[in-house]
């Protein structure tokens, strides 16, 4: 990635004078008000047309004088932090307090029968996503097959997201707890389980300043984290911004949650594994208060796709004097993205539901029943264990063994050794002619 360009001094006495004649300006104050709702830096602001600005400086310099005259600060030791609550954000975090929290009439957008099922689906589509973002290689389709069929990692990519998985499963059980060293720690000690190149690094602080956040196209540093004998010190600071209910100065739990993700990047507490442990505290804040959708939305499935603004987001903060207002404005955006994709989801899945009533058709079969046999109807050459149907229904293993039987009884499925230990299950030969029989106007 192009490293991004240091903006001009804005505290320019010789330039004032332009910007006070044009601070009255209406259409000036529009144009800073554009600029300001996609919180553009100097790289794209310098590339702004108006008749109004001849020289980019001006238009920058009234920006951040604007930008100054409303911002909200905030400090964690020695590093000071200030932020904007543009109309934008401010229209995300009223959404979202609508969507994604409280009981404000979201409960009707996933049915309550298939609400277990698009939990695990969603936790797994973030874990795979969050260990993408940290180079894990593999497709979602094998990631999710390793993680539905209980499948031992091959690799350190599937490793990675393995413990993705467990982490955010651990997380959503503990999650009106406190944070603390011995929590983060754990946490940390989940998420990195034999991916690290040192094991000792599991589960504790770095010991010394040989960490950098590095382009990984250009090998440049992008940032240097704070001293390591800091960290305890900062950490601490951010548990008490975490587990705070009552500040002095009030701030949207979602915008807080955006500042823990930040400064966690920011402080680089461990070895490695630094971005998937943010993104789990990320997770953890919302969850803890009260945005109990966040357990269904990938969220880190979108940050994928824009990998490039999101280590923008973070550099941006950091070369325009520790603006957070990049990154949240960022991650507003990205969560607009991740709920909009989500109801797509469920639209798909309610559609799909329609679907299987045909299948609920068959004599002697139950609902779960009329899943499989819709499974191996859409894709012939699908084996299951007992374990994956058991984490795909989230039903019990006794229970998945149970229905799994009863189709080979009925003639549609038949076992096969799939290893010394495992049965898998697949189509018999005899399931299009039972269909036919059962089913036949199906297409």
């Known amino acids: 990635m192009k490293q991004i360009e240091h903006a001009p001094q804005w505290a320019n006495e010789e330039i004032y004078s332009e910007v006070y004649k044009l601070i009255l300006n209406e259409e000036f104050q529009q144009l800073l008000n554009d600029i300001n709702e996609r919180y553009l830096y100097w790289d794209k602001v310098k590339y702004q047309k108006s008749d109004l600005v001849s020289n980019p400086?001006?238009?920058?310099?009234?920006?951040k004088l604007s930008r100054g005259f409303n911002a909200k600060n905030i400090q964690f030791g020695e590093y000071k932090f200030t932020y904007n609550l543009t109309d934008f954000i401010q229209k995300g975090l009223h959404e979202f307090d609508l969507h994604i929290g409280g009981h404000l009439g979201t409960k009707n957008l996933i049915p309550e029968d298939d609400k277990k099922r698009y939990l695990v689906?969603?936790?797994m589509e973030e874990a795979i996503a969050s260990s993408q973002i940290e180079g894990a290689v593999t497709t979602r389709k094998q990631a999710k097959e390793m993680l539905r069929k209980n499948i031992r990692p091959?690799?350190?990519?599937?490793?990675?997201?393995?413990?993705?998985?467990?982490?955010?499963?651990?997380?959503?059980?503990?999650?009106?707890?406190?944070?603390?060293?011995e929590r983060i720690l754990e946490i940390h000690r989940l998420i990195s389980h034999q991916t690290m190149a040192d094991s000792k690094d599991e589960g504790n602080y770095r010991k010394d300043n040989e960490v950098k956040v590095v382009d990984t196209v250009n090998g440049q540093i992008v940032h240097s984290p704070p001293d390591y004998q800091d960290i305890p010190r900062l950490m601490n600071e951010i548990f008490v911004f975490f587990n705070s209910e009552k500040d002095k100065k009030f701030i949207h739990?979602?915008?807080k949650g955006c500042i823990?993700?930040?400064?966690?990047?920011?402080?680089?507490?461990?070895?490695?594994?630094?971005?998937?442990?943010a993104r789990a505290l990320f997770y953890?804040?919302?969850?803890?208060?009260?945005?109990?959708?966040?357990?269904?939305?990938?969220?880190s499935r979108l940050i994928v796709k824009s990998k490039t603004q999101y280590a923008k987001a973070f550099q941006y903060t950091e070369i325009d004097e520790n603006d957070l207002t990049y990154f949240i404005y960022y991650k507003v955006k990205t969560m607009q993205l991740a709920f909009d994709s989500l109801r797509e989801y469920i639209q798909l899945k309610i559609n799909e539901k329609r679907k299987?009533?045909?299948?609920?058709?068959?004599?002697?079969?139950?609902s779960r029943q009329a899943i499989i046999i819709q499974w191996l109807y859409e894709e012939p050459d699908l084996m299951f264990s007992v374990k994956e149907i058991e984490i795909r229904l989230t039903i019990a293993n006794q229970t998945a063994r149970t229905d799994l039987m009863k189709l080979v009884?009925?003639?549609?499925?038949?076992?096969?050794?799939?290893?010394?230990?495992?049965?898998?299950?697949?189509?018999?030969?005899e399931f299009e002619n039972l269909l036919k029989r059962e089913l036949p106007k199906l297409k």
Not at 57 to 63: K, Q
Not at 284 to 299: A, C, D, F, M
Request: proline residues 2%.
């Open 253 to 255: 739990p979602i915008v």
């Open 409 to 429: 009884h009925l003639g549609y499925l038949e076992i096969v050794d799939m290893n010394n230990k495992t049965k898998g299950f697949c189509r018999a030969a």
């Open 356 to 366: 299987i009533i045909n299948f609920q058709k068959i004599r002697g079969i139950n």
């Open 154 to 181: 091959k690799n350190k990519s599937e490793q990675m997201i393995l413990n993705n998985y467990v982490t955010i499963k651990h997380i959503v059980e503990i999650k009106d707890e406190f944070l603390s060293t």
């Open 284 to 299: 953890w804040y919302l969850l803890k208060n009260g945005y109990w959708l966040t357990e269904y939305l990938s969220i």
């Open 260 to 277: 823990i993700h930040f400064m966690i990047g920011f402080i680089h507490p461990f070895v490695d594994g630094n971005g998937r442990t």
């Open 57 to 63: 400086r001006v238009l920058w310099i009234a920006l």
């Open 121 to 123: 689906s969603s936790i």
